[in-house]
């Protein structure tokens, strides 16, 4: 199952709404997570079924869709939000991700 | 505290192997899957296997099937991923990961990672 995540680079500012998509080549129902992973360290998981926050996670993540489409949204950005976003695909094996969303200040 | 330490990373040449060990501590390490995936230097991440409680099922991605084996001590709390026949485009920080339920899926994601260990294959 290939994940096509957009847009690659995001440029924004504090305070802002953002919005990052992830599609799958099938249909994998709600079975998606979304990690974080800042510079040099483990990724971390925000979201998985697609939509169920993780402990921990602050409230302004929030994780959408089913099938074939998916959206995380911050939405306000935070200084500490700034940095990459990976999906992944939760469905089957092998377990894939996508490309990554790099969240940059504008 | 729930946690991973990876070790056994290095440098390594074409050809050669290396075990990776990870020891898990904070919780219950029989009942959740186990998972390792990698990151090559500035790119995204790759899953590259995953193991349940029981020490099977199995299974590998396609770019180390046949070379990489994946198995785990539940005694000792210790993931392992015996690597063979390694390739430079094996480079890559290497982590483990504990799935987040207990209960033999892996489809609530992976909640705990280590903090990675470096392998490098270069002559």
């Known amino acids: 199952i290939q994940m096509t995540q957009s847009p690659s680079f995001l440029s924004a500012s504090v305070g802002d709404r953002v919005t990052i998509t992830c599609r799958a080549s099938?249909?994998?129902?709600?079975?998606l997570g979304w990690y974080q992973q800042k510079p040099g360290k483990a990724p971390k998981l925000l979201i998985y079924?697609?939509?169920t926050l993780q402990s921990g996670v602050p409230s302004r993540f929030s994780g959408s869709g089913s099938g074939t489409e998916f959206t995380l949204t911050i939405s306000s950005l935070q200084p500490e939000d700034f940095t990459t976003y990976y999906c992944?695909?939760?469905?089957?094996?092998?377990?894939?991700f996508g490309g990554g969303t790099k969240v940059e200040i504008k | 505290e729930v946690q991973l330490v990876e070790s056994g990373g290095g440098l390594v040449q074409p050809g050669g192997s290396l075990r990776l060990s990870c020891a898990a501590s904070?919780?219950?390490?029989?009942?959740?899957?186990m998972s390792w995936f990698r990151q090559a230097p500035g790119k995204g991440l790759e899953w590259v296997s995953v193991?349940?409680?029981?020490?099977?099922?199995?299974f590998y991605a396609d770019s180390v099937n046949g070379r990489f084996t994946i198995s785990r001590d539940n005694s000792r709390n210790t993931l392992y991923l015996q690597m063979d026949t390694l390739r430079a485009d094996d480079t890559a920080i290497y982590y483990c990961?504990?799935?987040?339920?207990?209960?033999?899926?892996?489809?609530?994601?992976?909640?705990?990672w280590g903090q990675g260990t470096m392998v490098t294959v270069s002559s």
């Open positions: 079924a697609a939509s």
């Open positions: 099938q249909d994998i129902s709600s079975h």
């Open positions: 193991i349940s409680g029981f020490g099977t099922p199995t």
């Open positions: 992944q695909q939760l469905y089957g094996y092998p377990l894939t």
């Open positions: 990961a504990k799935a987040a339920r207990g209960d033999g899926s892996m489809r609530s994601g992976f909640d705990v």
């Open positions: 904070g919780f219950t390490f029989s009942t959740h899957v």
